[in-house]
């Protein structure tokens, strides 16, 4: 059913009145903030309709309205006003996070602390690796018992490993093992590293002692641990100072989750290069979330790292205001960490927050 644009100034005057005191809105309310040019009955009409069409909820009879997961959605993609920074503000916060990236370790640590700094809700800084694969293997004779792996991936870094073998084994059946390994396993992911290629190249080398499953053992170990995401949680107890997680039960459920380093978004929908995305409480992956809202931008790390930072908070968050201090960041930290350029004058009055966050 298509809404009318007074249900939607009337759906937005509720959103924002909802974000600032936390209390269920009244009709009255409306009336005084919103400049319809109608009557309260006309309002309580209206608010009765978004009711029925699943954009607000009662609480209580006698209550006012607040927003649902859907007026949320309708009012982040279609009727919250656009954040912008005024050149004052953009270049007071631009100043202070400048002098905060300054004192950063480049740790994601210290990007959530700072993330959970600048929007005042529990933060998250994650990082995540393009795939890295073997470029060349090394295999080192020391002596009959004991030789040395050594591995030359495609992120420029190195993995070696100290063998201590039972059995006894001759130099040339290590030289073998390399040169079938590199024949093999080089340029390949985690993936294509199967149990047939194991036992292929165990066939090849006529091992029967079981090296070439020491050494695939320790192929997947690098390849799995290169490329996992490194989670880091800041803030937690600031859901503490809001409205919705006063019951303590609510509150400890959702900090337990994020200090355990629980999925903010699916692998999917992680958002791309300079784009903000959100999900409003039931669109979130874990039952933890479906009372919360998150927050998320990406940005260059380096080194063929991608960044991620987000917030959570309630429903009821400033979606405009905390996306544009997120974009704010993850621009400041690409420019820092990934060398990226400067951006174009002006960008305070171009952080435009609306639907999907992508840029306009």
Do not use: W
Request: with cysteine.
């Amino acid at each position: 059913m298509a809404i009318s644009e007074r249900k939607k100034k009337i759906l937005a005057a509720v959103v924002d009145a909802y974000i600032r005191t936390a209390e269920p809105v009244g009709s009255k309310a409306i009336a005084e903030s919103a400049g319809l040019g109608c009557s309260s009955a006309t309002i309580r009409n209206e608010l009765a309709e978004l009711v029925a069409m699943g954009y607000l909820e009662q609480p209580h009879t006698s209550a006012g309205r607040v927003p649902t997961a859907m007026g949320y959605r309708l009012y982040v993609n279609e009727l919250m006003e656009k954040q912008r920074f005024t050149i004052e503000e953009g270049e007071d916060l631009n100043r202070r996070l400048n002098q905060r990236l300054q004192e950063l370790d480049d740790t994601i640590g210290d990007v959530s602390r700072l993330a959970s700094q600048l929007t005042n809700y529990p933060a998250m800084a994650l990082t995540t690796r393009e795939a890295v694969t073997v470029l060349r293997f090394d295999l080192i004779y020391v002596d009959a018992n004991t030789f040395i792996i050594v591995l030359m991936l495609s992120d420029h870094s190195a993995r070696s490993k100290l063998v201590h073998l039972p059995i006894s084994v001759d130099e040339k059946m290590i030289r073998k093992l390399a040169t079938l390994f590199n024949a093999n396993f080089t340029h390949i992911g985690e993936d294509a590293v199967t149990p047939v290629l194991i036992a292929s190249t165990e066939r090849s080398a006529d091992d029967t002692m079981g090296i070439t499953a020491v050494i695939s053992s320790f192929v997947l170990e690098v390849l799995s641990s290169s490329s996992a995401p490194v989670a880091f949680v800041s803030g937690e107890n600031r859901l503490l100072s809001q409205p919705e997680f006063r019951d303590p039960d609510k509150a400890h459920r959702l900090m337990s989750y994020l200090s355990g380093g629980g999925q903010l978004l699916p692998a999917e929908s992680l958002p791309g290069s300079n784009e903000v995305r959100v999900l409003i409480g039931p669109e979130n992956v874990a039952e933890e979330l479906k009372d919360s809202s998150v927050v998320i931008a990406s940005y260059d790390a380096g080194d063929n790292t991608r960044g991620l930072i987000g917030v959570v908070g309630p429903t009821r968050m400033d979606y405009s205001a905390v996306a544009a201090k997120l974009r704010f960041l993850a621009d400041g930290l690409s420019r820092r960490l990934g060398g990226g350029e400067a951006p174009p004058e002006g960008l305070h009055n171009k952080l435009i927050i609306k639907g999907d966050f992508n840029d306009e």
